[in-house]
């Protein structure tokens, strides 16, 4: 049976690796990327069967921009997985809290522990994902300098573990959405991403938010963007969840009637948050 070859941003040990072997197995390929952009290109040029994006993050929230390439790229989603971000400050066995003179991470990670960074004379420097900055600690052989990363990370690279969970919220946590170039139906799906615009007249996103209500769909999430075309007009984006006896394509028919270029960006099954 061939492996499934899943584009990932980031390298092995990285938090997408980790949410990939969660979803798909541990005897997978990763097809490792710098940007979610060329995640999307892989999945849409074959050269990766599926692709898993972060998308939002408990303390750091929604990240907009991957809502654009799913659309950009016309990719389906087709799951999603919820993982536990613990993060730790690490460095070489020579490395003390006091020897280190500068921070390398993924500029999120960084973000999501400020309240220890801040209160250190540390440089920051932003690197592609948490495992290659672990990497490049491994690699430097430097004292003075140290890396924020997951566990597996430090394990994989051989470096000492200097201050467990800086992350300033505990219950850190960031969902991934599981990406392919083909719808997957699924019987038993009960969540979709819809997205779609609205008039310009008041009262139009109650409106539709109660209809909604009405045809059985809950809304989970909801984000406004200003579109470029128009500063007036603005793309919504919609979590929404349904129990049985929903049908989710009459009722989606229903609300396409009553809003503006509704699309469908993934049908799928909803995942529980991981411990």
Not at 213 to 227: C, H, R, Y
């Amino acid at each position: 049976m061939r492996k499934h070859k899943i584009a990932i941003q980031g390298t092995e040990a990285s938090f997408h690796h980790i949410a990939a072997q969660k979803i798909f197995g541990e005897d997978l390929l990763i097809e490792s990327c710098v940007s979610f952009d060329e995640v999307c290109k892989k999945i849409v040029s074959n050269e990766a069967d599926y692709g898993v994006m972060a998308i939002e993050n408990l303390l750091t929230g929604c990240i907009l921009t991957n809502y654009h390439l799913i659309s950009r790229y016309q990719l389906n989603i087709i799951g999603e997985i919820t993982l536990p971000i613990e993060l730790h400050l690490m460095g070489i066995g020579s490395t003390t809290i006091d020897s280190i003179e500068k921070v390398i991470s993924h500029p999120i990670a960084l973000a999501q522990c400020n309240e220890l960074l801040s209160n250190k004379s540390w440089e920051r420097e932003q690197i592609s994902d948490t495992a290659t900055s672990a990497q490049s600690v491994a690699e430097q052989q430097l004292s003075s300098l140290a890396a924020i990363a997951n566990e597996t990370t430090a394990s994989l690279y051989g470096l000492s573990i200097l201050k467990k969970n800086i992350h300033d919220i505990k219950g850190n946590r960031t969902r991934f959405l599981v990406l392919s170039r083909q719808k997957v139906r699924n019987e038993h799906a009960n969540k979709a991403c819809v997205s779609f615009q609205l008039p310009n007249v008041s009262g139009s996103l109650s409106s539709a938010l109660v209809l909604m209500q009405k045809l059985g769909l809950n809304l989970t999430k909801i984000q406004s963007v200003p579109l470029a075309s128009n500063n007036d007009q603005y793309q919504f984006i919609l979590d929404v969840e349904w129990g049985t006896g929903i049908s989710f394509e009459a009722s989606i028919n229903t609300l396409r009637s009553e809003v503006l270029e509704l699309s469908i960006l993934g049908v799928y099954i909803k995942n529980e948050i991981i411990s």
